[in-house]
Every structure is written in structure tokens, then in C-alpha cells.
């Protein structure tokens, strides 16, 4: 008898499964299992329905598909190989997770073009594509007319147990349900392993049931290692609700046509092996080399190619259309797509004298995030339920982005800390000029680190209006008293931590924070007042660390301060003067800009001659070392804060004008 012929359809679906087993053996590591299984899904998806462009892909109306089981990421090079992406050749499959490979062992933005959000830690990729839906649907309630939707595409997203086992996706899925985000489409590798091996030992939930009553449209593909047919339909329907994020859930085989290792825990991290990978082939009827790919299979998947290119020509005359008829509206929109900022939106930070009252610097950061809303139409952002203590609000702007109001630019993200980061992210991956803020408490900086590390990583340039900073916060004691926070925010590569130490510096910082859109920004933000200082200057934010108190000659003494601390720093010096000493006060908001200057910068700021310094910041000293020195102290914290008003804190710690005196005449004698 005569084998059948194998179908097209087969040997595309078949060519993902045996790039993501070659590569992997090549490599001697990697996951296999997930792009086995979900081959599939991927071939329907990027085949019948993803709108792209492989020859652009920064083409802006792209549909944007996101792999949140970053792992499998060889589904996701396959895809992009296989559709004509320049980015991803058959030798870029072949040095899969080698050093310099535009293939990491899991996607990065800033390696591989076509790769939409770096998924890295499991549940960050289908939060950071909330981001994503939540970027569309407001720019399309905000430039969009009924005869031109120049803002109109999906987000799809494949995602796995691990990913809905993470408390990070649930929180961003459930405010996807309440915002009624109808163009999210995520498609769940529903296949019961995991490393320990069988779901049953931890994850017997129905998931479906979960996220249908978070409010968002469920469907389930009983067969998803064959059935292209179903996977194809549920998409259909899902596409069809506009009023409701989808899931589908479709059921795979982890390592589908492995005879041996499919359905196992040990398909999930591991090569095949070359004996399995033979079994394999022979268990798909594939019968070519490693890496070859049958020419029929690229002539298919590369339709892409035309197709994207008559999409991204017919959105371009819409857009040229638009641009006749609504000119002011489509050169706002073509500005924000450059990246680029409006002229003179700094115009109206604000500037202070010590005349003016000294305030919090969390409200300091309200009075600007006043100052610029009117003159910066892309900055989106809110609060994890803390508006009227982190001060986020826009002055002038009522209402927020409801389902109803998606055009308004304020974010409610709930109790819900680590989704708010993610979206941010997801916000900034979009790439349309949006800039995406968010608050909460400095303490809670702790539920967003992986989030956090993720902006820095992927060079985003969000920004965390971080508040109440210290042992000030008072009465809600340790638990809300961040000590080691700054310090180990400080530690993030590529993140911009600023600790203003009044008005000035809070202006200063604000406008660093905005212009730096490859770079996270924290603002690190006090909920008690402080003065506003003579010589304080919003420009000098920028050089990181200042002198902005001085003596005649080389100091006896160099203190540096940041934030609330900053003013004991100044008014210890005026009494140490007083006394006949030589004293130099740092104003350091900004380490991290510090160490960018040059060395005579620095020098001429710290001279190495005066070795006798000490700083000030209510926060651990971990990472003042290099400006300590081994002569030199800080009034620091070494323990946790406590319950009590936030003046009796500081005093009780430390932090008051008499106690920096006498560290300081103790380094001086």
C-alpha cells in the first residue's frame, strides 16, 4: 500500500516541530516540548490570521503576537524564520542560544527584530500584552474617526500552566476582564506538564472557569495537536466579541511526535537527544536533514510577505488620507510614532526659592505631573490604588480610561502592584510614543522587581513615581518603612534612581525622567515636607551629584545628602562653619548619573584629597562604599524602622541635625 501523501498543512506545522528539535540538540539545550505541541497553533495563528509585516517589522498596525511561555521561544524564531523575517536566518536557528545569536534562550526585544515584549519569567509576557491592548485601545479612542481607524489590531498572545500559575497574570487578566479589552486574544497551551511533571501535584484549577469570571469570553479546542480547523474557528469567535478579552484554552501534547519523551516532564527542558530526534522524524514522516525545510513550506508561510506588504501600502493611504483630513490630529499621532517630544513641554515646571514653602516631594511630583499633562499628551499612567497618597492624579483631567473611556489617559490598576508594572512595559513595548507612569509606595517597589528589572532590560523607559521613602512614612511602621529598597533599586543596571531633595530637584528629575525613554526612571519620594534650598538646581539633577554648599578652599569635610536628608546636610554644615570648619555639602540625587560624568567632574565634586566624608540617607549604606571611602561614615539605617510619628522616627534613628554634628567632628578629630 501506498503512504498517503503528507498534506502542506502537515509539513508546515511539522517544519516548527523539527527546527525547535534540531535547534535544541544543536545546542544542547533548550525546550523542545512547547513548540512541539504548539505547532499547530502557531501555523493557524501566523498563517490564517496575524496581520504583519515580515519586510517591516516595526510596521506600526501590526497585529502584535506575544510567546508568554518565553521559553518555547523556538516556536517563535521558527515562525519568524519561517515567514520571511530577515531577522531570524536558518543560521541564526542554528546558533540558537550561542553567544551573540540573534536566538537567546528566551525572546529579547532588543536582539531579534519581530519579537514584540522580552518574556522572560513566566507570566510577564501576557501581562505586559494587557499593555499592549490597553496602548491600541486608547490610541484608537484618541485618534481614530469613523471614516479612518488608522489605529485598528490585536494582540494575541500564547500562553502556558506556568504562566497562569503566576500571580502576576491573574492580577493583569483580571483588570483586562474589568477594562473589557475585546482585541486581547490569548491562546493557552492547556498540555497538564510542567518541570515537576504532571499538573495534578499542584494546579487542578479550572482555569477557564477563572477567567470567565473575571469577564472575559472562554472557549476550549479539545483537540489542538490536529485540529486546525477548530483552532481557526475559536479564533474567529474570539475576534467576533469586541466587548471582552478571549481566552482560548487548547489542549496539546507537550513533545508531539516524539514516541518516547511526548507528554513527559522530560520533553519540557531537555534536548531529544539525537536517537529520539530520529524516532521523531520517522513518527512525523519528515524525512529531512536537520534544518532543511522543504521548499513548498517557505513558498506557503512566506505569503506573509505579499500579504503584509499590500496591508502596511493600504494603511499607509489610509494614513495619507487621514493626514488631508484631519492634519492636526494625524501630526500629533506621526510625532508621537518618531519618538519624539513636543516642543516646550518642560515650559512649565516649576522653580523655587526657600521663600516658597517647603513641601513633600511626593507633591512636588503632583505639581509637576500637572505642569507637564497639558504639554504631554502621551504621558498614560496612574496608581495601584494609592492616587490620593502617591498624588498621581493629572491636575485638570477628570475621569480615567474606563471601558466606556478608553481616550482618557489615567490608569486605575487596582491592589495590584506587579500587573501595574508589567502593563507598563506592555505600554511601552508598543512603540508608539506613549510614556507610561505608575505609583505606589517605595516598599512595594518589592512586588515589581521582576517587572522593574524587565524595564531596565528592555530599555523602557517607564517611569515608578515611588512614595513615601523612608522610616518618615511614621506610624504605619516597618512593614511600610522601605530601608534596603533604594539601595537595591540602585543595584538594577540601566535604572535612573532619583531622590530629589526639594522643588527644584523634583522638576529636575522629571524632566530627565521623560527625556530618557531607553531607561527606567524611580522617583523616589518623600510623604514629609523639606525646605527648598538656595542653591538647589533643577539643571544640575542631571549631572547626578552637585556641590550646593560650599567653603572658601579645600574642605575639611564633604557631606552628601539626598532627599529629606539633604536640608540636615545644610544646616549641619551652616553650625560646623559657625564653629570654624571647612564644609562642603553634596546634593546626589542621582548616583547613577554621577558615576556617567567625567573623572575631572567627579574630582573636582569629590576631590580624592579629602578623604573625610560622611553621608546622609535614611536608607542602608550599601553602595555609598565607593564615595565613603575608608576614612569616611554615613548616618545611615542598619535595621528595620519602627511604629511611631515620622519625626520621632528620624530623631529616634538618627537623622537629625545634632547627630550628623557629632559624626562629623568625630571624622574630623
Not at 344 to 358: Q, V
Request: aromatic content about 8%; overall charge negative; glycine content about 10%.
Amino acid at each position: 500500500m501506498v503512504a498517503a501523501p503528507v498534506s502542506l498543512e502537515s509539513l508546515c506545522i511539522n517544519s516548527i516541530r523539527m527546527l525547535a528539535v534540531d535547534a535544541v540538540n544543536k545546542s544542547k539545550s533548550g525546550h523542545p516540548g512547547l513548540p512541539m505541541g504548539c505547532a499547530p497553533m502557531g501555523y493557524t495563528l501566523w498563517d490564517k490570521f496575524l496581520r504583519h509585516n515580515p519586510k517591516n517589522p516595526k510596521w506600526f498596525n501590526r497585529d502584535r503576537f506575544v510567546l508568554s511561555a518565553g521559553h518555547g521561544c523556538m516556536l517563535l524564531y521558527a515562525l519568524l524564520h519561517l515567514t520571511g523575517y530577515d531577522s531570524v536566518t536558518i543560521d541564526d536557528i542554528k546558533q540558537f542560544r550561542q553567544w551573540g545569536a540573534r536566538t537567546p534562550g528566551h525572546p529579547e526585544t532588543f536582539e531579534t527584530a519581530g519579537v514584540e515584549v522580552t518574556a522572560g519569567p513566566l507570566g510577564a509576557g501576557i501581562s505586559n500584552a494587557v499593555g499592549l491592548a490597553i496602548a491600541e485601545a486608547h490610541l484608537a479612542a484618541k485618534f481614530n474617526k469613523a471614516d479612518a481607524k488608522i489605529v485598528d489590531h490585536f494582540t494575541y498572545v500564547i500562553m502556558g500552566d506556568g504562566c497562569n500559575q503566576e500571580g502576576v497574570a491573574s492580577e493583569a487578566c483580571s483588570l483586562a476582564g474589568h477594562l473589557k479589552l475585546g482585541k486581547l486574544i490569548a491562546l493557552y497551551d492547556d498540555n497538564h506538564i510542567t518541570i515537576d511533571g504532571r499538573t495534578d501535584v499542584s494546579f487542578t484549577e479550572d482555569v477557564l472557569k477563572r477567567y470567565e469570571s473575571y469577564g472575559w469570553h472562554v472557549q476550549h479546542v479539545q483537540e489542538g495537536n490536529t485540529d486546525v480547523d477548530a483552532i481557526a474557528k475559536a479564533i474567529e469567535s474570539a475576534k467576533a466579541i469586541s466587548d471582552k478579552p478571549s481566552i482560548i484554552k487548547v489542549t496539546t501534547t507537550i513533545g508531539f511526535g516524539s514516541p518516547n519523551k511526548s507528554d513527559t516532564a522530560g520533553v519540557h527542558g531537555a534536548p531529544l537527544g539525537e536517537e529520539e530526534a530520529e524516532l521523531t522524524r520517522k513518527s512525523l514522516d519528515w524525512p529531512y536533514e536537520p534544518f532543511e525545510i522543504p521548499n513548498e513550506v517557505y513558498q506557503q508561510y512566506q505569503k506573509a510577505i505579499v500579504r503584509g506588504e499590500s496591508l502596511e501600502k493600504e494603511w499607509n493611504q489610509l494614513l495619507d488620507n487621514y493626514r488631508k483630513k484631519y492634519s492636526n490630529e494625524a501630526e500629533e499621532f506621526e510625532r508621537m510614532l518618531r519618538g519624539e517630544l513636543p516642543s516646550d513641554w518642560d515650559k512649565d515646571l516649576p522653580s523655587y526659592t526657600p521663600k516658597d514653602n517647603g513641601l513633600a516631594t511626593r507633591k512636588h511630583s503632583q505639581i509637576c505631573l500637572g505642569a507637564i499633562g497639558p504639554n504631554l499628551p502621551e504621558l498614560i499612567g496612574g496608581s495601584a490604588d494609592l492616587t490620593h497618597s502617591n498624588y498621581t492624579d493629572i491636575k485638570g483631567e477628570s475621569g480615567s480610561f474606563q471601558p466606556e473611556t478608553p481616550e482618557k489617559r489615567y490608569l486605575h490598576f487596582g491592589v495590584r502592584e506587579h500587573a501595574m508594572a508589567a502593563i507598563l512595559n506592555g505600554i511601552a513595548y508598543h512603540n508608539s510614543g506613549l510614556i507610561p507612569y505608575g505609583g505606589t509606595f517605595l516598599v512595594f517597589a518589592d512586588y515589581m522587581r521582576g517587572s522593574m528589572r524587565l524595564s531596565a532590560l528592555s530599555e523602557l523607559g517607564v517611569i515608578y513615581v515611588l512614595t513615601h521613602d523612608s522610616i518618615g512614612v511614621g506610624e504605619d511602621g516597618p512593614t511600610h518603612q522601605p530601608i534596603e529598597t533604594i539601595p537595591s533599586l540602585r543595584a538594577i543596571p540601566n535604572m535612573l534612581v532619583f531622590r530629589p531633595g526639594d522643588g527644584n530637584e523634583t522638576s529636575g528629575s522629571y524632566k530627565l525622567a521623560i527625556e530618557n525613554r531607553k531607561r527606567p526612571s524611580s522617583l523616589c519620594l518623600s510623604r514629609q515636607g523639606m525646605p527648598n534650598q538656595a542653591n538647589s538646581s533643577s539643571k544640575k539633577v542631571a549631572l547626578g551629584g552637585y556641590v550646593i554648599e560650599d567653603c572658601v578652599g579645600t574642605p575639611d569635610l564633604i557631606l552628601i545628602g539626598t532627599g529629606s536628608e539633604l536640608n540636615l546636610c545644610i544646616e549641619a554644615a551652616q553650625e560646623l562653619t559657625n564653629q570654624g570648619k571647612k564644609i562642603r555639602v553634596v546634593s546626589m540625587p542621582c548616583m547613577e548619573l554621577f558615576e556617567e560624568q567625567s573623572a575631572s567632574y567627579k574630582e573636582e565634586v569629590l576631590p580624592p584629597l579629602v578623604r573625610k566624608r560622611l553621608v546622609v540617607e535614611a536608607a542602608l549604606s550599601f553602595g555609598w562604599h565607593k564615595y565613603i571611602g575608608l576614612d569616611g561614615d554615613s548616618v545611615t539605617m542598619n535595621s528595620f524602622g519602627a511604629s511611631a510619628p515620622g519625626g520621632t522616627c528620624m530623631e529616634k534613628f538618627g537623622f537629625t541635625v545634632e547627630n550628623v554634628i557629632n559624626k562629623a567632628k568625630k571624622l574630623l578629630n
